[in-house]
Antibody
Framework: EVLLVQSGGGLVQPGGSLRLSCAAS????????MSWVRQAPGEGLEWVAN????????YYVDSVKGRFTISTDNANNSLYLQTNSLRAEDTAVYYC??????????????WGQGTLVTVSS | DIQMTQSPSSLSASVGDRVTITCRAS?????????LNWYQQKPGKAPQLLIF???ILQSGVPSRFSGSRSGTDFTLTISSLQPEDFATYFC?????????FGQGTKVEIK
């Protein structure tokens, strides 16, 4: 059974940092593209970042470039999102998601449970 | 970046109604297939995949859900709305590695 279990959210002051984690089971991360998607309170879904399973390609939405870093640890079969220089507008529930298939264009067939990041003083 | 325009933003419907939601991409999202996916999200829960490649039903999704394309417009149809279908629906393009979602359509009880 494929599972994505997230951890690492919380309350942080503006300018602070958090590392979000997504532990995968039931499949090997290196074989899939993985993503982070966020949802601000009462808002829609926003794609944040993608990473190829082997870590060789990474992409970000413009609003987080230079502040967020997506990475994988294949030994632990885990996905991470390092978030730095956090702003109020980064407040959201963050989801990890798996793209089906070996390529970059598969739909998100499995999602983590979500973790809330609140940026406030 | 590819913009996805979804409409309507909300709708009210009754159990048994036929419901249609539309999504339009700002540029092509089709090559060997249509890279358009639909998700359902219920309050406090992660989104769930309903339809991928514009018209292929994800395993376990009821057959009252269907997807289609007409020109540059993609459509999600619920043929007979059931109580468990009241939720928010999002389209998403996966043609570009810079993925984008539509704004969402909230389906409410009339």
């Amino acid at each position: 059974e494929v599972l994505l279990v997230q951890s690492g959210g919380g309350l942080v002051q503006p300018g602070g940092s958090l590392r979000l984690s997504c532990a995968a089971s039931g499949f090997t991360l290196s074989g899939n593209w993985m993503s982070w998607v966020r949802q601000a309170p009462g808002e829609g879904l926003e794609w944040v970042a993608n990473i190829k399973g082997d870590g060789s390609e990474k992409y970000y939405v413009d609003s987080v470039k230079g502040r967020f870093t997506i990475s994988t640890d294949n030994a632990n079969n885990s996905l991470y999102l390092q978030t730095n220089s956090l702003r109020a507008e980064d407040t959201a529930v963050y989801y990890c998601a798996r793209a089906r298939g070996p390529g970059s264009q598969g739909p998100y067939d499995y999602w983590g449970q979500g973790t809330l990041v609140t940026v406030s003083s | 970046d590819i913009q996805m325009t979804q409409s309507p933003s909300s709708l009210s419907a009754s159990v048994g109604d036929r419901v249609t939601i539309t999504c339009r991409a700002s540029q092509t999202i089709s090559s060997d297939k249509d890279y358009l996916n639909w998700y359902q999200q219920k309050p406090g829960k992660a989104p769930q995949l309903l339809i991928f490649a514009a018209s292929i039903l994800q395993s376990g999704v009821p057959s009252r859900f269907s997807g289609s394309r007409s020109g540059t417009d993609f459509t999600l149809t619920i043929s007979s709305l059931q109580p468990e279908d009241f939720a928010t629906y999002f389209c998403q393009q996966s043609y570009s590695v810079l993925r984008t979602f539509g704004q969402g359509t909230k389906v409410e009880i009339k």
